[in-house]
């Protein structure tokens, strides 16, 4: 009987760390896969926007095709899975006006968000790009007062003031060091706006589709292809477009359709994300992500900056870490969860492991490529 326990006991350690490290894989995984797209992201994007051999002037174009990429992906996927209902799961790709309408208020904070997005992101350097945006929580804060009549405690109205201080400092050293773009940062004040306010919408209108995010992004991508067209014409875009020289070239728009694959990926890595950990630790590797972005960024477009400017990173870097840390405590507080404290100790080392791998990984790989594209043109 005693041997026979301790099998029993034995195979319960071995299934409980095969479980572990099963949870581990698909963790790290997600990470991963969340870190890969988003960065990809900005970097087609901005050579998309404002590279030196393209020269197209024409960002609300560049915004209109990738809303049109992630349509298309939406009917591919409804086809897919009617075709294979065992492997694919997706909604069925059905347009109802009334619904389109109803959440057009939405749709237009999305057009918004994303435009001013793209916008900053033409102006300022990635690098940069973080500060430029990194008012985000703020605004998140004051639209929280100002239309859901929900107050904020002090400790995180005090980690929202070291969040202002350095993005006033980061601007401060990006204009002595001679790069600063005022437009950019103007744009990447109202894009920080712009996605604060539509999180509060999507989650006032999402009701409207049962739920159903998916469905969601397929009447908001939908709708914009409608609203970026007198918007397109009105900006003079059609005559930058039509002179264009690379017009014809299948590069192009290869990377123009990878653009958009990237954002409609952002959707689902990042709800992947957030199912395999928790919200925390999603805006944790959101922040740690961009900060690695960062770091990329300057060693690819060969930047030096000074230690305040990056003093101003990591200033902005803590202050939204410790805002997420006082908002997890006073919901855990309110709520009082009991059980999932290991779970999330697990999760968070997981996660913790996997974002100083990547971070690593990641500058590594562009140190040898920025060296090897050095050693190559010399």
């Known amino acids: ?17 095969e479980s572990f490290f099963t949870k581990s894989v698909k963790i790290a995984g997600a990470v991963s896969m969340y870190w890969a797209v988003s960065i990809s992201l900005i970097f087609v994007n901005k050579y998309l926007l404002s590279d030196d051999s393209l020269k197209l002037n024409a960002p609300l174009f560049i915004t209109w095709y990738q809303c049109m990429v992630s349509v298309a992906l939406c009917a591919i996927l409804a086809f897919m899975a009617k075709m294979f209902p065992t492997l694919v799961t997706f909604p069925e790709f059905r347009i109802d006006l009334n619904v389109s309408k109803q959440l057009l208020p939405l749709s237009l904070v999305f057009v918004a968000m994303i435009s001013f997005n793209n916008l900053c992101l033409k102006f300022v350097g990635v690098s940069f790009y973080f500060i430029g945006r990194s008012l985000s929580t703020v605004f ?14 002090g400790k995180a109205i005090g980690c929202c003031l070291f969040i202002i201080f350095g993005f006033f400092l980061g601007v401060d050293q990006e204009n002595v060091a001679g790069s600063l773009s005022y ?23 999402l009701p409207v589709v049962d739920g159903n995010i998916w469905r969601l992004t397929l009447y908001n991508n939908m709708n914009a ?67 690695a972005q960062t770091v990329m960024a300057c060693i690819y477009f060969e930047e030096v900056k000074s230690a ?35 779970n999330e100790v697990c999760t968070y080392v997981i996660v913790f492991n996997t974002v100083i791998v990547l971070t690593v990984r990641y500058i590594t790989t562009v140190s040898v490529i920025t060296g090897f594209s050095l050693g190559f043109f010399i």
């Not at 009987?1 to 760390?17: A, V």
């Not at 109202?190 to 999180?199: E, G």
């Not at 007198?230 to 070239?249: C, K, M, V």
């Open 1 to 17: 009987m005693g041997i026979t326990f301790r099998r029993r006991h034995s195979d319960y350690k071995i299934s409980e760390m």
């Open 140 to 153: 998140n804060v004051v639209l929280t007062y100002f239309m859901l009549k929900e107050s904020t405690s």
């Open 183 to 205: 437009v950019g940062v103007v744009f990447g004040v109202v894009a920080s706006f712009f996605v604060s306010l539509n999180a509060i919408y999507t989650k006032k209108y």
């Open 225 to 291: 292809c409608f609203l970026f067209l007198p918007l397109i014409l009105l900006s003079g875009e059609i005559g930058t477009i039509w002179q264009f020289s690379h017009l014809g070239d299948t590069i192009f728009w290869g990377l123009m359709t990878v653009g958009g694959v990237f954002g409609f990926g952002m959707g689902y890595v990042s709800g992947l994300q957030i199912k395999m950990t928790s919200p925390l630790t999603h805006n944790i590797s959101g922040t740690a992500k961009a900060c």
């Open 308 to 342: 305040l400017w990056w003093t101003s990173n990591a200033m902005v870097l803590f202050g939204s870490m410790a805002y997420t840390h006082v908002r997890r405590t006073e919901m855990k507080e309110s709520h009082d969860k009991v059980g999932k404290e290991l």
